[in-house]
């Protein structure tokens, strides 16, 4: 079988994506688990959580200064979240084009917030949007020892 030459790095990136309250509450966790499963995507950590106020402040540090800051952090304290970290070949990429535009007017059908969304504030998930800051966003909600070291058996598939 010939198979192009990936390197472990390549393999291995990382990204942080959130159900947000709304997707929650909205039975929309499977769904959404599904899209990234399906697509051949590593789960490597999940919890289910009320995020607090400090910590979603500062999940979105770098908005602190727009008009919304303050409704957004208050939207994503409004009820439990799921937190997870997806592993594969161009993940941060991939997961955004899975996500769709940050506004769901824009998100083609076919994209999650394209199919299950309206407004711009009530936009069901999270994706980090560059390799670094998948980085900054894993370390800021989980701690090393919650992320599982395993072998995924469709691994050589993908
Ligand atoms: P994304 O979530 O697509 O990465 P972002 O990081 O620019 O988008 O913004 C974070 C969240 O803030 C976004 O998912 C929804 C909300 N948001 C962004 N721009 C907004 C706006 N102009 N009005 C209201 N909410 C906004
Ligand atoms: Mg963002």
Redesign the pocket.
């Known amino acids: 079988m010939v198979r192009p030459a990936l390197t472990m790095a390549s393999i291995a990136e990382r990204t942080f994506i959130a159900i ?1 309250p709304d997707g929650v509450q909205r039975g929309l966790v499977g769904e959404i688990i599904k899209r990234f499963e399906q697509k051949g995507f590593k789960l490597v950590a999940m919890k289910f959580m009320h995020a607090s106020e400090d910590l979603l402040r500062e999940h ?1 540090i ?2 602190k200064d ?3 800051y303050p ?2 952090v208050e939207y994503m304290h409004s009820g439990p979240v799921v937190a997870m970290v997806w592993e594969g070949l161009n993940v941060v990429k991939a997961g ?1 084009v899975m ?1 769709g ?3 769901p007017a824009d998100s083609k059908p076919g994209t999650i917030r394209g199919d299950f969304c309206i407004q ?2 009530r ?1 069901i ?3 980090s ?1 560059s390799v670094e800051n998948a980085e900054i966003e894993i370390n800021l909600w989980f701690t090393p020892d919650e992320l599982v070291d395993y072998t995924c058996c469709e691994h050589e598939w993908i």
Do not use: A
């Open positions: 947000k979105y770098d908005l727009r008009p919304f409704g957004l955004r996500l535009e940050t506004n711009m504030s936009n998930i999270h994706g949007n």
